[in-house]
């Protein structure tokens, strides 16, 4: 059964700073997705990584994906208070189902 | 293009009442999801559909009845309304099991 943990749950950043939320998930995951969630609002999309080694980038956030240690990472370069939202991962089952398996979510607080 | 549509966005029921979640897309997408999400945590699947008169249970499915009768549609169905059913519920849609999803805008359901 695939399991998706998500760290930190929660995350002060400072506007400008760097800072890095990780995602680990448990067996095979056919691919990870990253989503943005507004709140109140429904989740948007902001990456999918299909392969080992993939590296998706935009504007300042980039996510990478290391199958072979279980771990993709989003990175946030230069914090801005827009980006103050919570971040989910999630890793689809390999049955062809599409079922999605979601982390707890981080929340992004960006502060002056 | 209005995508997933969910009716309605916010619902108190009375424990022990029942109501039917609506979600349709307009996308023809065959495969669609619900999922609930509870404060502070990831999105769990309920129930998923790959196509009209397909259905079948996902991560925690008691209390909760789907059907699938066409491409469009697939309601969730709550009979005997429990607390621990509020929650905010998302349905979602895709073309396939190996393709992104889309999320709907999500119900808001108390039950008091």
């Known amino acids: 059964e695939l399991k998706v943990e998500q760290n930190p749950l929660f995350l002060s950043m400072q506007e400008g700073k760097n800072y890095t939320i990780y995602c680990n998930y448990s067996t095979t995951s056919d691919r990870l997705y990253w989503y943005r969630q507004d709140p109140g609002k429904s989740l948007e999309s902001l990456f999918v990584l299909l392969s080992n080694g993939a590296v998706k980038q935009e504007g300042r956030l980039m996510a990478s994906l290391d199958t072979k240690a279980r771990l993709s990472t989003l990175h946030i370069t230069a914090a801005v208070h827009d980006l103050s939202v919570t971040y989910f991962c999630?890793?689809?089952?390999?049955?062809?189902?599409?079922?999605?398996?979601f982390g707890a979510g981080t929340q992004v607080v960006v502060t002056p | 293009n209005a995508g997933v549509t969910q009716t309605p966005k916010f619902r108190i029921l009375k424990i022990g009442q029942s109501m039917t979640l609506q979600c349709t897309q307009d996308m023809n997408h065959n495969y669609m999801y619900w999922y609930r999400q509870d404060p502070g945590m990831g999105l769990k699947l309920i129930y998923y559909s790959v196509g009209a008169g397909i259905t079948d249970k996902g991560e925690v499915p008691n209390g909760y009845n789907v059907s699938r009768s066409t491409t469009e549609d697939f309601p969730l169905r709550l009979e005997l309304a429990a607390p621990s059913q509020t929650s905010v519920y998302f349905c979602a849609s895709s073309t396939g099991g190996r393709t992104e999803a889309f999320f709907g805008q999500g119900t808001r359901l108390t039950v008091v």
């Open positions: 999630a890793g689809m089952t390999t049955d062809s189902w599409g079922k999605l398996q």
